[in-house]
């Protein structure tokens, strides 16, 4: 079967201007916190970017989303490039793109229960009936693996793995075909990182979804990821199939990466 392309991203950049760090220095400093990154994602794959923190892998998911606006080079999606669209049109995009956050609590409106903050983006986007919004966000909480009754509590009540589940919960209201995973396991308990991975692998089957997975740690992304991209300095230095980086790394900080990986994670039983 052919694969289709469903996000693009050319020759990508972002610059931050920083201040002249002397007196009688007066040009500013210009930092590259993404230079000149150039992959694609496959409908229904799963990218993996992996790097150590500052690498720029967590801006470059910011310029997918357009939470923040490159300098140069293009990211298109579904044939649509997003750095020229007007800002109305990038409302209509972001119900196909979500993100899934590193910290499940700081993710969650503490003020608000689980029923509104499911149904949050249903009201924005005015998707449904009051009752229809209820009835999906009900529906939903079962399909991430928690009771309807939760429905009722605040996200202090809930364990971490539990937060996260509401937060996989609340992207997938919309029915998006991108999601951005930012880290999405490594503030979790190692046994609930396992059972977290493996209800975004179920998710992903039945909703169709692709994935772009943001890790520090090559050996949950070889787990979950079918192509890894390895970024350095702003940099993308080494893209390939996830058995391929692994097994037969080119570049030497991706074999200083594979040097620091923690015991393989196993699949687990679900919670």
């Not at 079962?142 to 009540?157: D, I, M, S, T, W």
């Amino acid at each position: 079967m052919e694969e289709t392309i469903l996000l693009e991203t050319k020759e990508l950049k972002k610059e931050y201007t920083l201040k002249a760090k002397t007196l009688f220095n007066k040009e500013p400093e210009v930092l590259a916190a993404v230079n000149g990154v150039s992959l694609q994602v496959n409908t229904g794959e799963t990218l993996g970017i992996v790097g150590e923190s500052g690498c720029g892998k967590s801006t470059f998911a910011r310029l997918i989303t357009r939470l923040i606006t490159p300098t140069s080079g293009k990211v298109i999606f579904q044939g649509k490039e997003l750095t020229t669209i007007k800002s109305e049109e990038i409302r209509e995009v972001r119900k196909d793109i979500q993100m899934i956050f590193q910290d499940p609590y700081a993710s969650l409106d503490p003020r608000k229960r689980v029923l509104q903050l499911l149904v949050e983006p249903l009201e924005i986007h005015n998707v449904g009936t009051k009752a229809e919004r209820k009835e999906m966000a009900l529906d939903m909480l079962e399909k991430v693996g928690l009771q309807k009754g939760y429905a009722n509590r605040f996200p202090h009540e809930f364990s971490g793995g539990q937060c996260q589940r509401i937060n996989i919960a609340r992207a997938l209201m919309l029915k998006p075909k991108l999601i951005i995973c930012d880290e999405p396991v490594s503030a979790l308990d190692v046994s609930i990182q396992a059972q977290v991975l493996n209800l975004l692998l179920d998710l992903q089957e039945q909703f169709n979804l692709t994935y772009v997975f943001i890790s520090h740690d090559l050996n949950v992304v070889r787990y979950f990821c079918d192509r890894i991209a390895v970024m350095y300095m702003g940099q993308v230095v080494e893209y390939a199939d996830a058995e391929t980086v692994y097994n037969q790394p080119q570049h030497e900080y991706t074999k200083k990466l594979l040097g620091a990986i923690p015991t393989r994670i196993e699949k687990a039983e679900e919670e």
